[in-house]
């Protein structure tokens, strides 16, 4: 189960003192455990749990609870129990719809690898009861004949290429001659297959009014699918999430280098297929975009501060920071000196980041100085960023981080880049647009969940900004994700 975005921690959250981990429900279980949370004999929904303490939810906010109150515990999964005994409250977080309170145990622990071996070892009773019968009856019909019609596109041109791939090789055919076959066979084979992507997501649309049905759907095609496309590069990272989350930087590289990787030329075509599907397009639009913004923003600087002022740049969630090296190496002239604030949770992003920057940095020998921060979004709202002072950026953008938080966080991480923005700059926020006509991919295929707004919805991200902060909605050229522009007119720094 991947890791939601405002789990990852960065390079502060691993603190020297060995803390036992906390995971989330839904990463450590099975969706059969229904947990049980009993307080004091009232149920509340479990958030998340460590061996020595957990975590639920209460809609009425922070007012009942006290730091210090002992409460009787009673935890059960599939219907039994697996703790009970007295805790003590140790953390109030109140949230926009409640609080979050966290408690510590103060008799036993909570055995989490024994926890999740009988989790396991109810899952295997229930499979080998239920059957794949039982898992395919729950599909309709209309989309087991759409995953039907799309494994049989897949199967029949992999045995295709396959065959001719041999075929071009016992001829004695160059890598250059097999690539040209690779090419032709994208070509033909791109339209039919987004297409069929097109109708399975209106299909799959009819399955998520009712939950159940959604899951069995998403099971259906990991099991029918997925396991036959981790041949495939693209397909293998996207599905398998080595570093535990969705759209990891080598995902962001895989879109931007366009490439065809794979072992045979039915793997290239199919990465490549993968890559250019209208979602990923739509990443490197929106690079191209955010380099159009950083021009303009540049030159303003440049025109109001002279050539001896200084451009502040910051992007949260950076990755490879593409948009960077790609504005650095294509600029023509440099009109005043630049800092890049580059932000990431993930340490391997910001290695790739710094690499790509540097190199153009270097080419071009111009003024500007890369800062990199190993830091989650989550730690920068509760303490800032170190060495960044409240107003000091001229321009902020994020792009493929608020598709992943909900609501009220994404509008209180937006106050939170507000306050470094300084009076005159721009903040820019992307996000993936509904309604998307292509969503069934990312979905069901790669068991890669975005929440895709509307231009209404985009909008509402900056509701709790001040009322002098200038706000429009735009669409990248490549349509796939709108972005909310905001400008500071005036500070909102107090006295
Ligand atoms: C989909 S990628 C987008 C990368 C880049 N902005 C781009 O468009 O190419 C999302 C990035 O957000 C980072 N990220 C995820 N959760 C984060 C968090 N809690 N704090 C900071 N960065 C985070 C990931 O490590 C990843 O590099």
Redesign the pocket.
């Known amino acids: 189960m991947a890791k939601p975005?405002?789990?990852?921690?960065?390079s502060l959250g691993r603190a020297m003192f060995y803390r036992p981990e906390r995971q989330r429900v839904r990463e450590l279980l099975s969706r059969d455990a229904r947990p049980k949370l009993l307080i004091d004999g009232e149920e509340y929904p479990l958030f998340d749990i460590s061996m020595n303490g957990l975590s639920f939810l209460t809609a009425n906010g922070s007012r009942e609870w006290r730091i210090g109150t002992t409460i009787d515990l009673e935890l059960l999964l599939h219907g039994e129990p697996v703790y009970h005994g007295t805790a003590h409250v140790a953390r109030i977080e109140p949230g926009p719809r409640g609080a979050r309170i966290g408690v510590g145990l103060m008799t036993g622990f909570l055995d989490l690898p024994e926890i999740r071996r009988r989790d396991d070892n109810k899952l295997l009773g229930e499979q080998l009861d239920e059957g794949a019968a039982t898992q395919r009856a729950r599909v309709p019909e209309a989309y087991r004949e759409k995953v039907s019609e799309i494994l049989h596109f897949y199967q029949y041109y992999r045995r295709a290429l396959d065959y001719h791939e041999r075929r071009f090789r016992a001829e004695g055919a160059t890598d250059a001659e097999l690539l040209r076959f690779a090419e032709r066979a994208y070509e033909v084979l791109r339209e039919p297959y987004y297409r069929l992507n097109r109708e399975a997501t209106r299909v799959a649309a009819e399955c998520i009014a009712d939950r159940e049905t959604l899951i069995a759907a998403k099971e259906y095609t990991e099991t029918v699918l997925a396991p036959l496309m981790l041949d495939i590069p693209f397909n293998n990272r996207a599905y398998l999430k080595p570093?535990g989350?969705?759209?990891?930087?080598q995902?962001?590289l895989y879109?931007?280098n366009k490439g065809f990787e794979g072992d045979t030329v039915f793997t290239k075509v199919m990465h490549r297929i993968g890559i250019e599907h209208p979602l990923a397009n739509g990443?490197c639009t929106?690079?191209d975009y955010i380099v159009d913004l950083m021009t303009r923003e540049h030159d303003r600087v440049a025109g109001e501060r002279g050539a001896g002022g200084e451009l502040k740049v910051a992007?949260?969630?950076?990755?490879?920071?593409?948009?960077v090296s790609d504005y650095v190496a294509g600029r023509e002239g440099w009109p005043c000196p630049a800092v890049f604030t580059l932000?990431?949770?993930?340490e391997e992003?910001l290695g790739v980041a710094y690499r790509a920057c540097k190199r153009e940095i270097g080419r071009k020998d111009v003024p500007a100085v890369l800062d990199l921060l190993n830091?989650?979004?989550?730690q920068?709202m509760n303490e800032g960023v170190p060495l960044h002072e409240p107003e000091s950026q001229d321009f902020i953008y994020?792009?493929?981080?608020f598709?992943?938080i909900k609501t009220p966080r994404a509008q209180g991480l937006i106050c939170a880049l507000y306050h470094l923005l300084a009076p005159g700059g721009l903040m820019s926020i992307?996000n993936a647009s509904a309604p998307q006509d292509c969503w069934w991919t990312p979905e069901f295929l790669g068991d890669w969940t975005m929440i895709y707004r509307t231009r209404d919805d985009v909008m509402e991200l900056g509701d709790q900004l001040p009322g002098s902060a200038e706000r429009k909605v735009e669409i990248e050229p490549g349509n796939a994700y709108y972005f909310l522009n905001v400008r500071k007119t005036e500070s909102s720094l107090r006295g």
Request: hydrophobic share 35%.
């Open positions: 975005y405002e789990a990852l921690m960065g570093l989350y969705p759209g990891d930087y995902v962001m879109y931007y990443v929106r690079k992007s949260l969630g950076c990755g490879p920071a593409r948009e932000i990431d949770q993930e992003a830091l989650s979004f989550v920068m994020c792009t493929g981080l598709d992943y992307g």
